[in-house]
């Protein structure tokens, strides 16, 4: 039972970092701080500290949900109030990029399930239900019924374009389901989904990153290599979404199929990892490349992606792999007290050199929903 103790350091971590950031949002740690995001001018800019954070350093980056996230793990596993309070102050934050709405993209998903999702189901927030319907609302309007896809980003090139990380959006529209007791939400998520299914995952479990649509007719154009080493590779953490994704649509929906595509996902995922089980940034990159380093966040999302694929198959199996990739995190990745960060090494993409090996925000959460996951607690999407 080592996770016991992984856990209990993580947590005892967290609650350290909570005292000094409170209701702030992070993103990744610098010079063994986590920095907060800059749209108050208070602190330098992460650009200015020559890092690459372009997609970032505004208050509607789809990272600016998990330190919520974060918050609402700690507030299961104590029950202090505080970290409640903290939660509820970020998410009122948030209020600014839902409210001038041309930041939103399909990552609402991410940002408003680990807030306002993660708050309703514990207090039944009305404030919160209100951010739930109205984000849910504006991924439903990203559905392009041509293609069955959702929009995945803003931009005038990227109209047709959607991405494996959409799958992890999901959630909200199932949920908005639920709460409204109108289906039209979660069939768009399965239109989704079997879109992905049939567009983004190949037969062996690998995945494409980023699929191009026609958005007229909805014919798929071509694919991308997106953050990952190249098109026909298979980027760790997306292979991670589809992992987690299709677990999370299965729990939604009950359907076989996803349940069978997170297995396939899962499979690849543990028979491509390097000798010291840690994976690098793509699957399928070649191991002497000098930029095929370590995706901590990639290992985190699996993890916590096989745990709810055990939960939900009642297989063991996934449950050991989970374990096996925390385990590799150990002696590799997991930092020490002059770190604030719980985990090292983590990479945004493969051809970013400015943007690897650094500690990230959101392989924290998924470390710290992991372990917590294999202690019975629910995960948080
Ligand atoms: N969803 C963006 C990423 O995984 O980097």
């Given at each position: 039972m080592m996770y016991k103790k992984w856990l209990e350091n993580a947590t005892n971590k967290m609650e350290r970092a909570a005292a000094r950031i409170g209701d702030n949002i992070p993103y990744q740690s610098f010079d063994g701080k986590y920095r907060y995001m800059n749209w108050d001018g208070a602190t330098p800019p992460l650009w200015s500290l020559g890092m690459d954070m372009r997609e970032t350093?505004?208050?509607?980056?789809?990272?600016?949900g998990f330190w919520g996230g974060i918050l609402w793990l700690l507030y299961d596993k104590t029950g202090k109030e505080e970290y409640r309070t903290y939660a509820e102050g970020l998410e009122k934050r948030l209020d600014q990029p839902l409210e001038s709405?041309?930041?939103?993209?399909?990552?609402v998903g991410f940002m408003w399930m680990l807030t306002a999702g993660a708050n309703y189901r514990r207090t039944s927030s009305k404030e919160s239900l209100l951010r739930l319907l109205k984000t849910s609302s504006h991924l439903a309007g990203r559905f392009n019924p041509a293609g069955n896809f959702i929009r995945a980003q803003n931009g005038d090139d990227r109209i047709g374009r959607a991405i494996i990380d959409c799958m992890m959006n999901l959630p909200l529209l199932y949920f908005a389901s639920e709460l409204t007791g109108d289906p039209r939400f979660a069939n768009v998520a399965a239109a989704h989904a079997d879109t992905t299914l049939r567009e983004f995952i190949r037969l062996d479990g690998s995945v494409f990153h980023v699929v191009n649509f026609d958005?007229?007719?909805?014919e798929r154009v071509g694919a991308l290599e997106g953050q990952g080493y190249?098109?026909?590779?298979?980027?760790s953490r997306g292979t991670g979404w589809a992992i987690y994704g299709f677990a999370l649509s299965y729990l939604y929906t009950g359907k076989a199929e996803y349940l069978e595509a997170s297995k396939r996902s899962a499979e690849f995922f543990m028979s491509h990892l390097p000798q010291d089980g840690v994976p690098r940034?793509?699957?399928?990159?070649?191991?002497?490349?000098?930029?095929?380093?370590?995706?901590?966040s990639a290992a985190a999302i699996a993890a916590s992606g096989m745990v709810l694929l055990s939960k939900v198959s009642k297989e063991e199996l996934w449950r050991n792999h989970a374990l096996r990739l925390l385990e590799a995190l150990q002696?590799?990745?997991?930092?020490?007290?002059?770190?604030?960060?719980?985990?090292?090494?983590?990479?945004?993409?493969?051809?970013r050199p400015l943007a690897r090996d650094i500690p990230l925000i959101y392989g924290d959460f998924f470390y710290l929903e992991a372990l917590m996951q294999l202690d019975g607690f629910s995960a948080l999407f």
């Amino acid at each position: 039972m080592m996770y016991k103790k992984w856990l209990e350091n993580a947590t005892n971590k967290m609650e350290r970092a909570a005292a000094r950031i409170g209701d702030n949002i992070p993103y990744q740690s610098f010079d063994g701080k986590y920095r907060y995001m800059n749209w108050d001018g208070a602190t330098p800019p992460l650009w200015s500290l020559g890092m690459d954070m372009r997609e970032t350093e505004s208050i509607g980056a789809w990272t600016n949900g998990f330190w919520g996230g974060i918050l609402w793990l700690l507030y299961d596993k104590t029950g202090k109030e505080e970290y409640r309070t903290y939660a509820e102050g970020l998410e009122k934050r948030l209020d600014q990029p839902l409210e001038s709405f041309t930041e939103l993209s399909h990552d609402v998903g991410f940002m408003w399930m680990l807030t306002a999702g993660a708050n309703y189901r514990r207090t039944s927030s009305k404030e919160s239900l209100l951010r739930l319907l109205k984000t849910s609302s504006h991924l439903a309007g990203r559905f392009n019924p041509a293609g069955n896809f959702i929009r995945a980003q803003n931009g005038d090139d990227r109209i047709g374009r959607a991405i494996i990380d959409c799958m992890m959006n999901l959630p909200l529209l199932y949920f908005a389901s639920e709460l409204t007791g109108d289906p039209r939400f979660a069939n768009v998520a399965a239109a989704h989904a079997d879109t992905t299914l049939r567009e983004f995952i190949r037969l062996d479990g690998s995945v494409f990153h980023v699929v191009n649509f026609d958005p007229k007719t909805g014919e798929r154009v071509g694919a991308l290599e997106g953050q990952g080493y190249s098109t026909e590779s298979s980027w760790s953490r997306g292979t991670g979404w589809a992992i987690y994704g299709f677990a999370l649509s299965y729990l939604y929906t009950g359907k076989a199929e996803y349940l069978e595509a997170s297995k396939r996902s899962a499979e690849f995922f543990m028979s491509h990892l390097p000798q010291d089980g840690v994976p690098r940034a793509d699957l399928l990159a070649p191991l002497d490349d000098p930029a095929c380093m370590i995706d901590s966040s990639a290992a985190a999302i699996a993890a916590s992606g096989m745990v709810l694929l055990s939960k939900v198959s009642k297989e063991e199996l996934w449950r050991n792999h989970a374990l096996r990739l925390l385990e590799a995190l150990q002696g590799t990745c997991v930092a020490g007290d002059d770190e604030e960060a719980l985990l090292l090494h983590g990479n945004v993409g493969y051809h970013r050199p400015l943007a690897r090996d650094i500690p990230l925000i959101y392989g924290d959460f998924f470390y710290l929903e992991a372990l917590m996951q294999l202690d019975g607690f629910s995960a948080l999407f």
